[in-house]
Nanobody, 122 residues
Framework: VQLQASGGGLVQAGDSLRLSCAAS????????MGWFRQAPGKERVLVAA????????FYEDSVKGRFTISRDNARNTVSLQMKSLKLEDTAVYYC????????????????WGQGTLVTVSS
């Protein structure tokens, strides 16, 4: 699976932004997907995850109620809708595909996109 993330940019606090990730290759519809982020000087962390079917989702506490992960298996895409953005959301965001149908474990994500930078200003 090859992943191409897009949609990052510079926004103001309170704005919305939608990240998209296009996948190519086989087995996308059988793979759990995740969005991770890495802020400068910090570890990469899971922000949201979605099961292969789209039925099960996970959100990191700080983004609950503000971010929504979704997927379209017919189009091989996964998206992250971000609302009410905060300064602390500034990071490089990565989409990733897992071997499992759903996982929250970073070590189980084998395929990574190149990352897209989200910068939230005051």
């Amino acid at each position: 699976v090859q992943l191409q993330a897009s949609g990052g940019g510079l926004v103001q606090a309170g704005d919305s932004l939608r990240l998209s990730c296009a996948a190519s290759g086989r087995n996308f519809s059988k793979s759990g997907m995740g969005w991770f982020r890495q802020a400068p000087g910090k570890e990469r962390v899971l922000v949201a995850a979605i099961s292969f079917s789209g039925i099960t989702t996970f959100y990191e506490d700080s983004v609950k109620g503000r971010f929504t992960i979704s997927r379209d298996n017919a189009r091989n895409t996964v998206s992250l809708q971000m609302k009410s953005l905060k300064l602390e959301d500034t990071a490089v965001y990565y989409c990733a595909a897992a071997r499992q149908m759903y996982t929250k474990e970073i070590k189980e994500y084998d395929y990574w996109g190149q990352g897209t930078l989200v910068t939230v200003s005051s």
